[in-house]
Protein backbone atom coordinates (compact mmCIF):
# COMPACT_ATOMS: atom_id res chain seq x y z
CA UNK A 1 0.00 0.00 0.00
CA UNK A 2 2.69 2.21 0.70
CA UNK A 3 4.28 1.91 -2.74
CA UNK A 4 1.38 2.83 -4.27
CA UNK A 5 0.96 5.72 -2.51
CA UNK A 6 4.58 6.78 -3.30
CA UNK A 7 3.91 6.01 -6.61
CA UNK A 8 0.53 7.79 -6.85
CA UNK A 9 2.70 11.05 -5.33
CA UNK A 10 5.47 10.55 -7.39
CA UNK A 11 3.10 10.41 -10.19
CA UNK A 12 1.35 13.48 -9.09
CA UNK A 13 4.63 15.51 -8.71
CA UNK A 14 5.68 14.57 -12.55
CA UNK A 15 2.19 15.50 -13.90
CA UNK A 16 2.27 19.09 -11.91
CA UNK A 17 5.74 19.47 -13.10
CA UNK A 18 4.91 19.08 -16.80
CA UNK A 19 1.60 20.59 -17.28
CA UNK A 20 0.20 24.32 -16.20
CA UNK A 21 -1.84 24.10 -13.28
CA UNK A 22 -5.19 24.87 -14.40
CA UNK A 23 -5.97 26.95 -11.35
CA UNK A 24 -2.60 29.04 -11.17
CA UNK A 25 -4.41 32.06 -13.10
CA UNK A 26 -7.71 31.38 -11.63
CA UNK A 27 -11.33 30.12 -12.40
CA UNK A 28 -13.39 32.99 -14.07
CA UNK A 29 -16.23 31.62 -12.71
CA UNK A 30 -15.61 32.35 -9.34
CA UNK A 31 -14.12 36.00 -10.28
CA UNK A 32 -17.61 36.45 -11.54
CA UNK A 33 -19.18 34.26 -8.78
CA UNK A 34 -17.62 36.63 -5.86
CA UNK A 35 -18.16 39.76 -8.04
CA UNK A 36 -21.86 39.27 -8.05
CA UNK A 37 -22.21 38.18 -4.47
CA UNK A 38 -19.93 40.86 -3.18
CA UNK A 39 -21.87 43.86 -5.30
CA UNK A 40 -25.12 42.61 -3.67
CA UNK A 41 -23.85 41.87 -0.18
CA UNK A 42 -22.51 45.18 0.70
CA UNK A 43 -25.14 47.20 -0.77
CA UNK A 44 -27.69 45.51 1.16
CA UNK A 45 -26.35 47.14 4.49
CA UNK A 46 -27.42 50.43 2.48
CA UNK A 47 -30.87 49.11 1.51
CA UNK A 48 -31.57 46.32 3.52
CA UNK A 49 -29.78 46.11 6.23
CA UNK A 50 -32.56 43.77 8.03
CA UNK A 51 -31.52 41.14 5.20
CA UNK A 52 -27.08 41.75 5.41
CA UNK A 53 -26.59 38.84 8.35
CA UNK A 54 -28.77 36.30 6.79
CA UNK A 55 -26.95 37.04 3.45
CA UNK A 56 -23.69 36.57 4.54
CA UNK A 57 -24.32 33.34 6.53
CA UNK A 58 -25.70 32.10 3.20
CA UNK A 59 -23.53 33.54 0.66
CA UNK A 60 -20.14 33.71 2.83
CA UNK A 61 -20.52 29.90 3.62
CA UNK A 62 -22.28 28.92 0.61
CA UNK A 63 -20.07 30.48 -2.03
CA UNK A 64 -16.79 29.15 0.16
CA UNK A 65 -18.02 25.39 -0.26
CA UNK A 66 -18.39 26.15 -3.93
CA UNK A 67 -15.57 27.97 -4.61
CA UNK A 68 -13.89 24.73 -2.72
CA UNK A 69 -15.49 22.33 -4.90
CA UNK A 70 -14.61 23.87 -7.95
CA UNK A 71 -11.19 24.35 -7.98
CA UNK A 72 -10.84 20.85 -6.56
CA UNK A 73 -13.04 19.74 -9.65
CA UNK A 74 -10.79 21.70 -12.41
CA UNK A 75 -7.49 20.17 -10.91
CA UNK A 76 -9.05 16.89 -11.31
CA UNK A 77 -10.22 17.28 -14.94
CA UNK A 78 -6.74 18.34 -15.66
CA UNK A 79 -4.96 15.72 -13.91
CA UNK A 80 -3.38 18.03 -11.04
CA UNK A 81 -2.74 17.33 -7.44
CA UNK A 82 -0.99 19.72 -5.41
CA UNK A 83 -2.15 19.35 -1.46
CA UNK A 84 1.21 22.21 -1.05
CA UNK A 85 -1.13 24.70 -3.49
CA UNK A 86 -4.61 23.79 -2.44
CA UNK A 87 -3.50 24.19 1.64
CA UNK A 88 -1.66 27.44 0.18
CA UNK A 89 -5.33 28.71 -0.80
CA UNK A 90 -7.12 27.43 1.84
CA UNK A 91 -4.82 29.26 4.44
CA UNK A 92 -5.04 32.37 2.29
CA UNK A 93 -8.65 32.55 1.93
CA UNK A 94 -9.20 31.36 5.57
CA UNK A 95 -7.18 34.51 7.06
CA UNK A 96 -9.47 36.68 4.80
CA UNK A 97 -12.37 35.26 6.33
CA UNK A 98 -10.98 35.87 10.05
CA UNK A 99 -10.23 39.69 8.87
CA UNK A 100 -13.47 39.89 7.97
CA UNK A 101 -14.70 38.50 10.74
CA UNK A 102 -12.68 41.20 13.17
CA UNK A 103 -14.00 43.86 10.56
CA UNK A 104 -17.45 43.70 12.37
CA UNK A 105 -15.87 43.89 15.83
CA UNK A 106 -15.69 47.60 15.94
CA UNK A 107 -18.88 47.83 14.10
CA UNK A 108 -20.82 45.72 17.32
CA UNK A 109 -19.14 47.69 19.93
CA UNK A 110 -20.02 50.93 18.53
CA UNK A 111 -16.81 52.29 17.70
CA UNK A 112 -16.82 53.55 14.36
CA UNK A 113 -19.40 54.18 12.42
CA UNK A 114 -21.24 52.14 9.91
CA UNK A 115 -19.60 54.56 6.64
CA UNK A 116 -15.86 53.90 8.58
CA UNK A 117 -16.55 49.97 9.38
CA UNK A 118 -17.67 49.76 5.54
CA UNK A 119 -14.48 51.73 4.20
CA UNK A 120 -12.36 49.19 6.58
CA UNK A 121 -13.90 46.25 4.65
CA UNK A 122 -12.53 47.42 1.73
CA UNK A 123 -9.01 48.78 3.05
CA UNK A 124 -8.89 44.26 4.20
CA UNK A 125 -10.30 42.83 0.85
CA UNK A 126 -7.92 45.37 -1.03
CA UNK A 127 -4.94 44.02 0.97
CA UNK A 128 -5.86 40.58 0.57
CA UNK A 129 -7.13 40.47 -2.82
CA UNK A 130 -3.68 42.30 -3.64
CA UNK A 131 -1.91 39.54 -1.18
CA UNK A 132 -3.43 36.90 -3.48
CA UNK A 133 -1.97 38.48 -6.52
CA UNK A 134 1.80 38.51 -5.01
CA UNK A 135 1.38 34.49 -4.02
CA UNK A 136 -1.43 32.70 -5.97
CA UNK A 137 -3.45 34.50 -8.74
CA UNK A 138 -1.67 37.65 -10.68
CA UNK A 139 -5.19 39.05 -11.84
CA UNK A 140 -5.85 39.56 -7.65
CA UNK A 141 -3.11 42.15 -7.45
CA UNK A 142 -4.55 44.65 -9.71
CA UNK A 143 -7.84 44.18 -7.84
CA UNK A 144 -6.23 44.33 -4.73
CA UNK A 145 -4.47 47.91 -6.09
CA UNK A 146 -7.55 49.41 -7.25
CA UNK A 147 -9.47 48.56 -3.86
CA UNK A 148 -6.85 50.46 -2.03
CA UNK A 149 -6.80 52.91 -4.42
CA UNK A 150 -11.34 53.22 -3.59
CA UNK A 151 -10.22 53.01 -0.34
CA UNK A 152 -8.06 56.29 -0.13
CA UNK A 153 -10.92 57.62 -2.00
CA UNK A 154 -13.60 56.89 0.50
CA UNK A 155 -11.65 57.99 3.49
CA UNK A 156 -10.91 61.46 1.46
CA UNK A 157 -13.99 62.08 0.13
CA UNK A 158 -16.80 60.25 2.57
CA UNK A 159 -19.51 60.07 0.00
CA UNK A 160 -22.64 58.30 0.70
CA UNK A 161 -23.80 54.98 0.56
CA UNK A 162 -20.08 53.94 1.36
CA UNK A 163 -21.07 50.17 1.47
CA UNK A 164 -22.37 50.24 -1.61
CA UNK A 165 -19.65 52.00 -3.59
CA UNK A 166 -17.42 49.55 -1.65
CA UNK A 167 -19.07 46.48 -3.04
CA UNK A 168 -19.51 48.19 -6.30
CA UNK A 169 -15.93 48.35 -6.31
CA UNK A 170 -14.64 45.18 -5.13
CA UNK A 171 -17.65 43.51 -8.00
CA UNK A 172 -16.32 45.53 -10.67
CA UNK A 173 -12.61 44.20 -9.98
CA UNK A 174 -13.77 40.91 -9.88
CA UNK A 175 -15.54 40.89 -13.27
CA UNK A 176 -12.07 42.52 -14.76
CA UNK A 177 -9.82 39.87 -13.38
CA UNK A 178 -12.23 37.21 -14.92
CA UNK A 179 -13.02 38.42 -18.01
CA UNK A 180 -8.96 39.23 -18.71
CA UNK A 181 -8.48 35.54 -16.90
CA UNK A 182 -11.28 33.89 -19.58
CA UNK A 183 -9.12 35.86 -22.32
CA UNK A 184 -6.14 34.65 -21.58
CA UNK A 185 -7.43 31.03 -21.32
CA UNK A 186 -9.26 31.06 -24.96
CA UNK A 187 -5.34 32.80 -26.12
CA UNK A 188 -3.49 29.87 -24.29
CA UNK A 189 -6.51 27.56 -26.19
CA UNK A 190 -7.61 26.00 -22.65
CA UNK A 191 -11.10 26.19 -21.68
CA UNK A 192 -12.69 29.42 -19.93
Known amino acids: MTDVNKLQSDLDYISSALREDATAGGIPALYFL ?59 WSLMGAAFLLCFLPLLLGRVSPEMGGANFLLVTGIGYGLAGVHLERPLLWCGLLMLAAYGVLITLMPPYTWTITGATVGLALFWAGFSRRAALRTAGGEA
Open 34 to 92: WGALIAIGFSLPDFAPQLAGFYWLVAGFGGGLFSWWLGARQSRRHGINNPKLARRYGLH
